[in-house]
């Protein structure tokens, strides 16, 4: 159907129940009811009224009553239609319906001007922003034209993020070359990166496993930060720490050389700390060895100044006894002499008392024989023993010597502490020379 039927009911007929309306060209007749139009026949007093044009009133007689029809016909759409409203005789419906079709006409051009108002503000509103669509064209164009050079530009940074992430993969090959453990943690110790080396240290083949879990944790096996961590020490210093450290693992004592240093983002700020342990146990248990050989050294050094101190009073005794020996040689020569002028003298108390001083004499000798014995075995024994020594610390030299000429890399501590100790052997080496030298000389001159 046509709009008329929602025009009609637009006005708000509920008051009215006998409304009909006529479709000439369909030959369709329909009436108002509860609200709404609905189909029925075409009432036969009312047919040929319907078709002619000219009737717009009709008088029917029920009963007593006088029913009032009213016609009016409209073209809508081209299409003929006829609208019919049953009134009494004073037409009392009609005049409701012609009111309220006023009203509403009333209420339609109110709300044309305000519709109208509305275009004009919405005409506007649509200039502005015909306007600004323009703006955000000509921004779409320098946007496209920008994008169009990020592109070339990200074009260029996705070949160097390429060249960088093959270089960073060749980095990672050479770090996990490394046989040292060598690995980085963040701000609260969670890892970032670990190598090869630092896997099989913390016994995890699947290195991502070891990503994210705190470094104490996962390489050290401690529920909480190590002892000689220089964390907080490198955050303030932003220096890079070296010391030595004792980490027992599995029943083992390991010595390690360990290095920390800060790793900074773009503004400089300390977003990471890398770290790797050198694993010198050998080196100090070498150069343990050679402290303890070193005071070894030390103190037989000083039993051979003991006995060398020793050997020279022994030297003087024998010197002493020597002068005694040749005195009492002197002696019984001259008892000698008088023993013989008594025997062709006959003096029997003289005699006597020579043969006590002989016997006296004989008591010297054979003391001055038992020292002169003891002094050559301990001179001996000497000897032996600064030889053994002297061998000692040439083959600590020797031994030295070779962990320099292995290691490749020695700091100024370590230097030193070969040097003071090289110095030492030769010091003492000097002193065996010196000494030999002292007793050669003293040898040739007895």
Known sequence: MID?????????????????????????????????????????????????????LYLFRKNNNILTFYFFRLNIQNKQVVVIIQDSKDGKYLNKFISSLFENLWELKVGA?????????????????????????????????????????????????????RSRQKMLKLIDGFNMPFFSMDTIYDLNNVNLAAGKFAGETNLPRLVGGKCFKMIYNFPEPCKWCKYEEIKQTKNCVKQHIHYEKD????????????????????????????????Q???????????????????KNIESINEIGALKKAYEDLSNEYENAKAKIAKLTSVLNTLVQQDTVNELLKLRGEKKELEIKL???????????????????????????????????????????????????????????????????????????????SN
Request: aromatic fraction near 10%; charged fraction near 35%.
């Open 113 to 165: 001007v305000q519709l109208n108002k509305e275009i004009d503000f919405l005409r506007d509103e649509l200039n502005v922003c015909e306007k600004e669509l323009n703006e955000k064209e000509q921004e779409v164009n320098r946007l496209n034209e920008l994008l169009t050079a990020k592109e070339t530009l990200l074009e260029s940074l996705e070949e160097s993020v390429s060249i960088l992430k």
């Open 284 to 302: 100090y248990e070498i150069l343990e060895s050679l402290r303890k050989s070193e005071q070894e050294l030390v103190h037989i050094s000083r």
């Open 366 to 444: 054979v003391k001055a024989l038992t020292t002169i014995k003891n002094f050559t075995r301990k001179h001996e024994e000497n000897e032996s023993k600064i030889e053994s020594m002297a061998k000692k610390s040439l083959y600590s030299m020797e031994r030295l010597l070779n962990i320099i000429n292995n290691k490749k890399k020695i700091d100024d501590e370590e230097l030193k502490k070969v040097f003071d100790f090289l110095s030492g052997q030769i010091l003492y080496i000097k002193q065996i020379i010196e000494t030999q030298e002292e007793k050669d000389e003293s040898k040739s």
């Open 251 to 282: 029943g083992v004592k390991f010595v390690f050389e360990q290095s920390m240093f800060p790793i900074f983002d773009q503004e400089g700020n300390l977003i990471e700390v890398g770290e790797y342990i050198n694993d010198i146990t050998h």
């Open 4 to 56: 008329i039927e929602q025009l009609l009911a637009y006005l708000n007929l509920e008051e009215f129940t006998n409304i009909f309306v006529y479709y000439q060209d369909e030959a369709i007749f329909r009436y108002y009811s509860n609200g709404r139009f609905v189909n029925t026949e075409i009432p036969d007093f009312l047919k040929r009224h319907l078709l002619n044009d000219s009737i717009s």
